[in-house]
C-alpha cells in the first residue's frame, strides 16, 4: 500500500513539481498548502497580491493566475524576452492580462500629395534624407 502512495503523488505534489519553482519555495508551499488544492492557489494569490488587482475570493485559483504567469516567465529570459517582466499585466477592469502583441504604433492611411514637378520632388528626397 506504500508503494502505490509513492506512485501517485498527491494532487498538491503533482502541482507543485510542475512550478518552476526551487525545492525551498517547493517545500514551503507544500506546507502552507497542506495537501489542499484550493489553499495552495490561496497562497498563491496571496504572495503575488498587488492593491490594483481585483481578485474574487470564491475562486482562489483564479486569483493565483498572476502569481502563476510571473512563476512561468520569470527569469532567466531567452534571447527575445525583453518584454518578459511585464508580461503580466491587469486591464482597465482589474483582470489579468497576458501581453501577447508588441504594443500599437498608429500610422497616418493619408496619403501625401502628389507632386507632379520632377525637380521639386528630387529637392524635397534629397532634403528628407539630409535631414
Known amino acids: 500500500m506504500n508503494d502505490a502512495a509513492q506512485e501517485h503523488p498527491s494532487p498538491v505534489d503533482a502541482y ?3 512550478l518552476p519553482l526551487s525545492a ?3 517545500a514551503r508551499l507544500r506546507q502552507q ?3 489542499d488544492l484550493e489553499r495552495l492557489h490561496r497562497v ?19 486569483a493565483s493566475i498572476p502569481a502563476r504567469l510571473k512563476l512561468a516567465f520569470a527569469p532567466p529570459h531567452r534571447r527575445g524576452d525583453d518584454r518578459a517582466d511585464t508580461v503580466c499585466t ?19 492611411m493619408v496619403p501625401r500629395p502628389w507632386e507632379t514637378n520632377p525637380l521639386r520632388r528630387l529637392l524635397r528626397g534629397l532634403r528628407r534624407r539630409l535631414l
Open 16 to 18: 507543485l513539481a510542475r
Open 24 to 26: 525551498e519555495a517547493r
Open 33 to 35: 498548502a497542506a495537501g
Open 44 to 62: 498563491l494569490a496571496a504572495d503575488a497580491a498587488s492593491p490594483d488587482a481585483a481578485a474574487p475570493a470564491d475562486n482562489p485559483a483564479y
Open 90 to 108: 491587469t486591464d482597465r477592469r482589474g483582470e489579468p492580462r497576458l501581453v501577447s502583441t508588441p504594443p500599437l504604433k498608429r500610422a497616418s
